[in-house]
């Protein structure tokens, strides 16, 4: 299963960035959807998730209250809604899939992530 990820870009702190990512309509559904990112030189962390049925979400405390996390089960797509962005949140983003069996389950660890986009870089000036 490929993931395609979009979005990424250069903005000011206190900006907003909307990133996508694009999963195959064949099994999209199955799948507890979730956001990583990665500084260089550390190790890869959790954003947020949602689970199969749209209704089951978690989020980084890092995170909360500035991102929203969603998904269009339909159209196979799932986007993180960044706001009041900070220099911290500078990262390279990966969307990812998980095989989910149950709709209330939402994965927050990488591991348990078998499908993997290919990264889109945020960076936020100060």
């Known amino acids: 299963v490929q993931l395609q990820a979009f979005g990424g870009g250069l903005v000011q702190a206190g900006g907003s960035l909307r990133l996508s990512c694009a999963g195959s309509r064949r099994t999209f559904n199955m799948n507890t959807m979730g956001w990583f990112r990665q500084v260089p030189g550390k190790e890869r962390e959790f954003v947020a998730a949602?689970?199969?049925?749209?209704?089951?979400?978690r989020y980084a405390d890092s995170v909360k209250g500035r991102f929203t996390i969603s998904r269009d089960n339909p159209k196979a797509t799932a986007a993180l809604q960044m706001n009041n962005l900070k220099s911290e949140d500078t990262a390279i983003y990966y969307c990812?899939?998980?095989?989910?069996?149950?709709?209330?389950?939402?994965?927050?660890?990488?591991?348990?992530?078998?499908?993997w986009g290919q990264g889109t870089l945020v960076t936020v000036s100060s």
């Open positions: 990812a899939s998980a095989y989910a069996r149950r709709a209330d389950i939402v994965q927050v660890i990488s591991s348990e992530y078998r499908n």
């Open positions: 949602i689970g199969r049925g749209g209704y089951n979400t």
